[in-house]
């Protein structure tokens, strides 16, 4: 006996780009994870190959996994992963506002362009900024939520899988590095208002080779944990 599969025709709209022509990381495993199971539960996200920007892409479900293809080619899959994922560590907003000073992308940033990262104008990219917290392990920046990125129900699991994206890769790069990233895990715990003003925080967890990884997460002003992700990075040879 086989499952049929059901499939959806997914876009990603030029705005959601990360490194140039390719979409955001973090955009793509928000978007799988809501697909998959509204990102409620741990979703474990693979990034297989780059996704293109303004595509028709096959977004295809089977049993319990998601994927997203361009014809032949598999870019992305996603599967269910049973644990809760936790945050590195709560930074308040005035702190995680005021590390911005020291992002290293403000002197030399691979992808300037960056939705969630890059230097674009306020409400139409993110400006996430992290930058070090003293005395720590941490990096974390303070995210003021444009209205510009909500949707009919508020702000959509593809922007929150954005914001937890690149702060992980910054908890590693100094002037000049990059990487991209090949796997993210994300679990959304409660939602994130359009206005709202949130601390998002990142710490590396270790180094193999050419790979990284890091943690992060969104907190409330009280600490609350709001969303959390797991991430791998992979540098260029």
């Given amino acids: 006996m086989t499952t049929a599969a059901l499939q959806t025709v997914l876009t990603v709209p030029q705005r959601f780009r990360g490194p140039a022509g390719v979409a955001n990381g973090g955009w793509i495993a928000g978007t799988m994870a809501e697909a998959l199971n509204g990102g409620r539960s741990a979703v474990e996200v693979t990034l297989h190959a780059p996704t293109p920007l303004e595509t028709e892409l096959r977004l295809e479900h089977v049993a319990n996994s998601v994927s997203l293809s361009d014809g032949d080619r598999l870019l992305v899959e996603a599967i269910p992963v049973a644990e809760d994922l936790e945050g590195p560590g709560f930074v308040p907003f005035n702190d995680a506002a005021r590390a ?138």
């Fill in 100 to 237: 911005e000073a020291g992002f290293v992308g403000l002197k030399a940033h691979p992808f300037a362009e960056c939705f969630a990262c890059g230097l674009r104008e306020p409400g139409d990219g993110l400006r996430i900024f992290p930058g070090p917290v003293e005395g720590t392990d941490l990096v974390a920046a303070g995210w003021r939520v444009p209205f510009t990125v909500t949707g009919e129900d508020g702000v959509p699991a593809s922007i929150v899988g954005a914001v937890l994206d690149c702060i992980t890769g910054w908890a590693h790069f100094g002037p000049g590095e990059s990487a991209l990233l090949g796997r993210l895990a994300v679990q959304i715990h409660r939602p994130v208002y359009p206005g709202g003003r949130y601390s998002v925080v990142a710490r590396p967890t270790g180094r193999d080779g050419r790979k990284m990884y890091g943690q992060s997460a969104i907190y409330e002003v009280d600490g609350t944990l709001v969303a959390a992700a797991r991430a791998t990075w992979i540098a260029p040879r």
